[in-house]
């Protein structure tokens, strides 16, 4: 996310359409390998892939193929993988580990993992957002997986005498022609390379030493496993690396690092952002027990990325005394430049703009004359509420900045983004910043951003002691990088046979790119790439609009983004236009999707800079046949279209996000006025299949999340500070009333059908299918989120 | 200063005794597998279990435990093997795990002596503990596997 942003801050929009020039075909590179470098790592003839370009590549620092930065042995044959994106739940630590592992051969029990320090130019881009890990990586993983075999079995053939000359000629022989020698007679096993013709086995770590010298093939050298090959991959049966230290205790989290020395700082911020500090008293505060220091910070105004609000820090000897200090400070506040943020008015507001024209950003067809023919018009308007992330673990960050140098640990999804901002906030030179990265207890877009990783630094610099940052919840919901507050009007065109003849769609919402630069009050490529002008619906006549709203807090990405509000309104809508005609909702938005076929995004009026989640496009098309399909199988599995008693209604909503494909199939039972999810069935179709196990705990997870947006989240400001609190205000949904039984359905693929994530594409359809239930339970349609938890 | 019986050893820990148990375990007792999460009672990352039941440590002070049994996350079994930590496993319930000590405890001494117990009971019994991940259907499945041991 961040690298669009600040693409789209500096004005550098580079809209990916290139056509893509495939690699070598597999006939090719068998062919290459047949002349110079035949390792008969398998018995049989072994398949390759056809690599493909991801958006990984174009990340900052890209993407990294060296296994000798991922992957060491030790003599023992322990495989050290290193993982280098950020864990928040997700599984990834286990999971791209595991696609190196099974390719190389590795036995997964002699696998270490460690995880890699914020280190991009070493390890390629680390940004953990976008459910990008496995989209990106698994074709890097794969890669080296495969080239630490190939090296191994070459240090074998040495090893048994099959190359009678020492590793190190072999090695200057090696790039110098394709036919200086051939490789072969040797068979890669589990954790063990077996010669041939005399059936003798090496371990890898007895060959790691040799291996290591074997220099690192080229992807055309190597070959590739069979999918049928996988021992782990695709299987789900691994145990994700953490889980007996998460259940034992021993799981080491960002507030879980302990220094010698380390003080605790709780701080007090302002209440609207930028609103200046007057002037404080902080005798109360400096009165309890373990309280030791007060530290200003300053004050930031909007634009100002990830820097920290500012404010007034009371350091102590621990955090009781840090939190009761900071609560005993008397603080006078001034007026800043959005502390009239009210709310209700600027619902209002948007609510207004959004029912006026706005900026056309995608045109197809003529859609002012097939709403001036129309037969009938029909419009709705859906509103969401600002949301705050809510991990379960708040922010909290620990600095060390002495000497001249700073080092770090936190929960943070971006660490290298993280050692960039806190090297320009000391004016330190990005050496001299180290930032290591302990397990993140939740994240959700929250921890992209790492002013708390700031502020631990700036106070560390300042007290001239390590510092933790401990963040309350209460600081956690007043400041959070918000999930934007938007108005979404849809209104289609009919003709007199009740056809849809034209589709117009006007998003008004708060843009994130307020965070970064001067607000425009305008989405940007990014928000309206997010199921807006990507609209996959067969209607031949589109006005895409985006209508002006200012920011008035700091706005950032919340799992999912921009997908929560629009398939809201999208799916909502599809569902009351069906109502309207006396149409079944699931049949019309079948119909509505329309033939199979791929978009065509220049011949549909899309804008220049469409973002497709930075992918190339013709690798990741939007295709029809596939969203239909979830959305057949969401509904084929929850038994569509069954007479159900009063109170009950199933929903339906599906949604393509990330270039996932979700739809989810929600049965509603009001009890006694409350509204309960007995069931949800969820379909998902992320292409090739790594770690099924981890997808299901995802849709699982995104149906909680998605219930509690629906039901609970909202976040209000009154004079421009958020009114909730914690948990009895902004509340999580809980064990006795959350979606009991979610059925997760996988399509499955093969490896040529890209990979996709699935961290955030399971969010967004979820609200709609149980508010569209609802309605069918009630007949209540409710179009503001969140919805509420109870019906009258 | 006050002196606590955690997981079965005698700590003196130097704080006055209105201080935070969780804050006390945590910071001072060196104990970081009991977590926060809301400091106000209502999300069950902070539990424990005093004299074998579960309670919100950040809703207690270090002076009305002294005297009492203090046993969190680390102290629950030797071998990390107690029932409920081998099905939290068995189940891979843990997404990002930050709640789960919290959990386990609350689950452990939910399930005490109550093989029979009900799905209702199981319901309103982990209802204290909120998991962002959504873990529910699985803590629910895991506190049945570990109550009747199958
Ligand atoms: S931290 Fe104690 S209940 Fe939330
Ligand atoms: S596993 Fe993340 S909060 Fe429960």
């Known amino acids: 996310m961040l690298h669009y942003l600040e693409q789209a801050a500096a004005g550098k929009v580079a809209p990916r359409k290139a056509i893509v020039v495939r690699n070598v075909s597999r006939r090719t590179f068998l062919g290459t390998a047949a002349a110079g470098f035949a390792v008969a790592a398998f018995p049989k003839d072994a398949l390759g892939f056809a690599k493909y370009e991801v958006g990984g590549s174009q990340m900052p620092h890209g993407l990294v193929y060296d296994p000798t930065v991922f992957v060491s042995i030790d003599s023992d044959g322990t495989v050290t993988i290193v993982a280098h994106r950020s864990e928040m739940g997700t599984g990834v630590r286990t999971s791209l580990p595991m696609v190196l592992a099974d390719e190389m051969g590795a036995d997964w029990d002699r696998v270490k993992i460690i995880q890699a320090e914020g280190d991009e130019p070493k390890y ?103 999918e049928s090959e996988f021992r782990y991959v695709g299987k789900g049966e691994i145990e994700p690396y953490d889980q007996h230290d998460i259940t034992t205790g021993k799981a080491i989290y960002g507030a879980d690092v302990d220094l010698p020395g380390m003080k605790v700082a709780v701080i007090a911020r302002p209440p609207a952002v930028g609103a200046p500090l007057v002037s404080y008293d902080a005798t109360a505060a400096r009165s309890i027990a373990g309280v030791e220091d007060i530290a200003e910070l300053p004050i930031t105004v909007m634009p100002a990325k990830f820097a920290p609000l500012g404010g007034v820090a009371v350091i102590a000897a621990h955090t009781d005394a840090a939190i009761r200090g900071r609560d005993a400070l008397e603080i006078e506040w001034g007026e800043g430049p959005h502390s009239n943020y009210n709310t209700e008015e600027f619902t209002a507001e948007m609510r207004e703009t959004a029912n006026a024209p706005g900026k056309v950003l ?147 919402a708060p843009s994130i790119l307020s965070t970064f630069a001067e607000d425009s009050g305008h989405q940007f490529f990014i928000e309206s790439g997010m199921g807006h002008v990507d609209v996959p619906f067969e209607i031949p006549n589109m006005s895409i609009e985006n209508g002006k709203a200012m920011a008035h807090t700091r706005i950032g990405w919340y799992r999912a983004v921009s997908n929560v509000p629009r398939a809201w309104a999208i799916q909502s809508f599809v569902a009351e236009l069906a109502d309207e005609l006396g149409r079944d909702q699931k049949d019309l938005l079948i119909e509505l999707i329309g033939s199979d076929r791929e978009l065509d995004p220049p011949n549909q009026g899309f804008p220049d800079d469409y973002w497709n989640y930075g992918e190339v496009y013709q690798e990741y098309p939007i295709t029809t046949a596939r969203l239909k399909n979830v959305t057949e199988l969401a509904a084929e599995k929850a038994g569509w279209g069954a007479d159900l008693p009063a109170g009950s209604g199933l929903g339906i909503a599906a949604h393509r996000a990330f270039v996932t494909y979700v739809a989810v199939a929600a049965r509603v039972d009001i009890v006694d006025g409350l509204i309960t999810v007995p069931e949800m069935h969820i379909a998902v179709d992320c292409g090739f299949v790594a770690n099924p196990e981890r997808i299901r705990s995802q849709m699982e997870g995104a149906a909680v999340m998605g219930m509690t947006l629906a039901l609970n989240s909202a976040i209000t400001f009154q004079n421009g500070a958020a009114q909730q609190s914690n948990f009895y205000d902004y509340d999580i949904v809980r064990a006795t009333n959350f979606p009991k039984v979610v059925h997760t359905h996988i399509v499955e693929h093969p490896f040529s059908v890209h990979a996709a994530g699935v961290g955030e594409p399971g969010v967004p359809p979820i609200a709609p299918a149980i508010a569209n239930a609802v309605f069918n339970a009630t007949g209540q349609r409710l179009r503001d989120l969140p919805i509420g938890t109870t019906v009258s | 200063m006050a002196q606590l019986t955690i997981n079965g050893e005698s700590r003196t820990i130097d704080v006055p005794g209105d201080t935070t148990l969780l804050w006390a375990l945590r910071d001072l007792a060196g104990l970081k597998g009991t977590k926060y999460g809301c400091g106000v009672g209502l999300c ?107």
């Open chain 1, 124 to 226: 390629g881009n680390q940004d953990t957002d976008g459910s990008r890990s496995m989209r990106h990586h698994i074709q890097s993983m794969r890669q080296m997986g495969a080239s630490v075999r190939f090296m191994l079995a070459i240090a074998a053939m040495q090893h048994f005498g099959i190359i009678d000359q020492p590793i190190e000629a072999v090695a200057e022989a090696f790039g110098a022609s394709d036919d200086q020698f051939e490789v072969q007679g040797v068979t890669v096993g589990v954790h063990e390379v077996t010669n041939d013709a005399t059936g003798e086995a090496v371990g890898f770590g007895e060959l790691a030493e040799i291996a290591m010298l074997v220099p690192v093939p080229e992807f055309e050298q190597l070959n590739f496993k069979d």
């Open chain 2, 44 to 150: 069950g990352a902070c539990t424990i279990h005093v004299d074998g039941v579960a309670q919100v440590s950040c809703m207690l002070t270090v002076s009305q435990v002294e005297g009492t049994e203090i046993t969190t996350i680390e102290g629950l079994s030797d071998d990390g093997n107690h029932p409920v930590q081998v099905a939290w496993r068995e189940l891979n319930v843990p997404q990002c795990g930050f709640c789960q000590a919290g959990q386990i405890m609350t689950a452990a001494s939910l399930i005490e002596d109550k093989p029979d117990i009900s799905d209702q009971e199981i319901l309103d019994g982990m209802s204290g503990n909120l998991c962002r991940c959504g873990c529910y259907q699985r803590i629910v499945a895991a506190v049945r596997t570990a109550a009747t041991g199958s």
């Open chain 1, 362 to 508: 995608r045109k197809e067809g003529d859609p002012e004359a097939a709403f001036a023919e129309a037969a009938k018009v029909f419009g709705r308007e859906y509103s969401q509420a600002h949301m705050a992330h809510a991990p379960m673990e708040p922010p909290v960050a620990i600095a060390d900045v002495k000497d001249g140098k700073a080092e770090i640990w936190a929960p943070v999804q971006s660490p290298f983004g993280t050692r960039q901002d806190i090297a320009a906030a000391l004016e330190l030179p990005i050496e001299d910043v180290t930032v290591h990265v302990t397990l993140l207890g939740g994240g959700f877009g929250r921890k992209s951003k790492c002013d708390f990783a700031i502020e631990a630094a700036l106070l560390s610099r300042d007290v001239g002691a390590p510092v933790r940052v401990q963040w309350t919840r209460e600081d956690d919901i007043h400041h959070s990088f918000f999930h934007t507050t938007s108005v979404e009007r849809i209104e289609v065109a009919l003709d007199d046979q009740d056809a849809v003849t034209g589709w117009r769609h006007n998003s008004v």
